[in-house]
């Protein structure tokens, strides 16, 4: 047995929980940054500066100007079933600009 807590992971991936829609009722989009079991640790893309009361990663340097959501909310474990279908992957700057603020988190 593998003493790794758990599996890295580098995916995007739509959010499908009702509990992180928008106030439109849409899903936000998630960076997937590990798995554990069948839950994944993922960020969220949004436009609020604050979530659940911690002030969300500006995101602004790294994304192009046509990018809606330059936000990242903290993190947070799901069960996998609640994401959808991969959708791509986030770039390497991207990577480790979240790494470095998850680890006020955990």
Do not use: C
Not at 25 to 45: E, Q
Not at 78 to 106: D, H, M, T, V, W
Request: aromatic fraction near 10%; charge should be positive; charged fraction near 35%.
């Amino acid at each position: 047995m593998s003493n790794k807590k758990y599996l890295r992971k580098n995916e995007i991936r739509t959010d499908l929980n009702p509990e992180h829609f928008n106030r439109f009722g849409y899903p936000h989009d998630a960076i997937i940054t590990a798995k554990k079991g069948h839950k994944m640790k993922a960020n969220t893309k949004t436009h609020s500066e604050f979530v659940n009361g911690v002030r969300s990663l500006d995101l602004e340097p790294h994304l192009p100007k046509n990018v809606k959501h330059n936000r990242i909310s903290p993190p947070y474990w799901q069960n996998e079933k609640q994401f959808g279908s991969k959708k791509g992957k986030a770039s390497k700057e991207l990577r480790s600009k979240i790494k470095k603020y998850n680890k006020k988190f955990y």
